[in-house]
């Protein structure tokens, strides 16, 4: 190949897919192409959302999905458009301020559409009925309820435990926590803080046992779980009938069995109103205000 022919084909090469943007018809080899539609303009006034905290990257992200997802109201339209229009739905910009958040906090657009699918998507709220579950915090008709699955032997249930505690102190007399025991098989003790916990609730003292069993962790014989009973005051008697009470085990079964159904696959597993809980545990309390502010 000599220089001339090499320095003609560079040039070709230059000008592959080059063409003129008109407002008229363009022809491509000869077959006629529409003109291209103008995307909408992206909505970034949204009345009641505050964008100002965000960098420049993380606000452009905000906007993109504010104008690409779509509103949890029903309607075929944009979050943007449901917060601009004042829609009449609730949802419109407490949806719109968690977005902003999570693009605020650094997370990818994978990571901010799965999260929002989470809490807004209708098919991802499942039912749980609280049953003669433990209750810690508000009475029936709290408008957030929290549903632990933990496991007395899981480290990681013991360092989410004051997190909780700190949720019902914050938000007091609105917000109930119902625990469900979900035991791992790793876990050799589990089961039998489990049935001693069930054993206190029979005599009222559940969130009792709950806190010791935490608090001594490490401490979880037969002995240490009688010695905590005879700590709390309980007829002894009656506590070591119910923990060998085969009613007392499919408690927890059942409770287990629960978590599987609702795929639960490690401890502590939380749900908020339905939803699973799948931001950082610190985030929790944040996340709970966020859920009193749609009531």
Not at 44 to 59: C, I, M, Q, T
Not at 112 to 138: Q, Y
Not at 190 to 200: F, G, K, M, S, T
Request: overall charge negative; proline content about 5%; charged content about 25%.
């Amino acid at each position: 190949m000599n220089a001339r022919f090499a320095l003609a084909l560079a040039l070709c090469a230059a000008f592959v897919g080059c063409d003129e943007s008109t407002d008229e018809e363009e022809v491509i080899e000869n077959v006629p192409v529409a003109p291209r539609e103008e995307a909408a303009p992206a909505i970034s006034e949204l009345p009641g959302v505050s964008l100002d905290g965000l960098g420049n990257s993380d606000r452009r992200l905000a906007l993109r999905l504010l104008n690409d997802l779509l509103s949890p109201c029903g309607e075929p339209i944009s979050v943007a458009r449901c917060v601009s229009e004042s829609a009449g739905c609730a949802d419109c910009v407490p949806s719109a301020r968690y977005v902003a958040r999570l693009a605020a906090e650094g997370l990818a657009d994978h990571e901010v559409r799965a999260l929002f699918a989470n809490r807004f998507d209708p098919s991802k709220k499942v039912e749980i009925t609280n049953g003669d579950a433990p209750v810690r915090g508000a009475a029936m008709g709290a408008p957030v309820t929290l549903v632990v699955f933990s496991d007395f032997e899981c480290p990681f249930c013991r360092q989410t435990h004051p997190l909780l505690q700190q949720v019902l102190r914050e938000h007091d007399g609105r917000v109930q926590l119902v625990f469900k025991h979900y035991p791992l098989s790793m876990h050799e003790r589990a089961v039998p803080a489990a049935l001693a916990a069930l054993a206190a609730h029979r005599q009222g003292k559940f969130w009792e046992m709950h806190d010791l069993l935490f608090e001594h962790q490490e401490a979880l014989t037969d002995g240490d779980l009688e010695g905590y009973a005879r700590g709390l005051g309980l007829d002894l008697d009656r506590f070591r009938a119910d923990v060998v009470d085969a009613a007392s085990l499919a408690s927890v079964e059942a409770d287990k069995t629960l978590g599987r159904e609702l795929e639960v696959q490690g401890t502590p597993t939380v749900f908020v109103n339905g939803r699973r809980f799948e931001e950082p545990f610190e985030n929790l309390s944040r996340y709970v205000a966020e859920e009193l502010d749609r009531r």
